[in-house]
T-cell receptor, first 115, second 114 residues
Framework: QQQVKQSPQSLIVQKGGISIINCAYE??????FPWYQQFPGKGPALLIA?????SEKKEGRFTISFNKSAKQFSLHIMDSQPGDSATYFC??????????????FGRGTQLTVWP | DVKVTQSSRYLVKRTGEKVFLECVQD?????MFWYRQDPGLGLRLIYF???????EKGDIPEGYSVSREKKERFSLILESASTNQTSMYLC?????????????FGDGTRLSIL
């Protein structure tokens, strides 16, 4: 049972454009929604994260939008650059019981930014 | 800076062998995790541990076991390797179960089973 559904699987954007990646989750017992960025040959690294009591969080060119009622959240990359080309994973974190602390990951989005 | 070190970047083993993947973190983190990463499937949790000698199954534990004898070290064991276990394996650690502490990942071990 996939807890987090991520789309699109791949995304090609021109330099300077906006990249948008979407995620939807099923379980309401999640309390933390991070995005991870992974470059080839490296492990994923935390990019930006949001808690459900906030609808938007911005860090530089990266913004998370969170819609609690729709159980959806998205990553927006403004002014996309070739250096942003990477795989992006959304995730949710379990809040209760045996799931406490573990992350559930989406399947990833391969972003390519054309120069 | 947190460092999670996986002992091998690339590993080639034969079907039926017992395979050990090692992970060490240097920040005294309580929680450690093993994932496998396959194209189009994302990161899938195999096992995790909240404390020494403690382990919990993730979503795909079949064919794997783990060992955590010391806080800083978390080992993944393939009891009898099979070709469908060819994959990228990622280890991660985090200091606590709550808060906003991120999971810190190693750079992975690419394992090929022939």
């Amino acid at each position: 049972q996939q807890q987090v559904k991520q789309s699109p699987q791949s995304l090609i954007v021109q330099k300077g454009g906006i990249s948008i990646i979407n995620c939807a989750y099923e379980n309401t017992a999640f309390d933390y929604f991070p995005w991870y960025q992974q470059f080839p040959g490296k492990g994923p690294a935390l990019l930006i994260a949001i808690r459900p009591d906030v609808s938007e969080k911005k860090e530089g060119r990266f913004t998370i939008s969170f819609n609690k009622s729709a159980k959806q959240f998205s990553l927006h990359i403004m002014d996309s650059q070739p250096g942003d080309s990477a795989t992006y994973f959304c995730a949710t974190r379990g809040q209760r019981g045996s799931t406490l602390g573990r992350l559930y990951f989406g399947r990833g989005t391969q972003l390519t930014v054309w120069p | 800076d947190v460092k999670v070190t996986q002992s091998s970047r690339y590993l080639v083993k034969r079907t039926g062998e017992k395979v050990f993947l090692e992970c060490v973190q240097d920040m005294d983190h309580e929680n450690m995790f093993w994932y496998r990463q396959d194209p189009g499937l994302g990161l899938r949790l195999i096992y995790f541990s909240y404390d020494v000698k403690m382990k919990e199954k993730g979503d795909i534990p079949e064919g794997y076991s783990v060992s955590r004898e010391k806080k800083e070290r978390f080992s993944l064991i393939l009891e009898s390797a099979s070709t469908n276990q060819t994959s990228m394996y990622l280890c991660a650690s985090t200091p606590g179960q709550g808060g906003n502490q991120p999971q810190h990942f190693g750079d992975g071990t690419r394992l090929s089973i022939l």
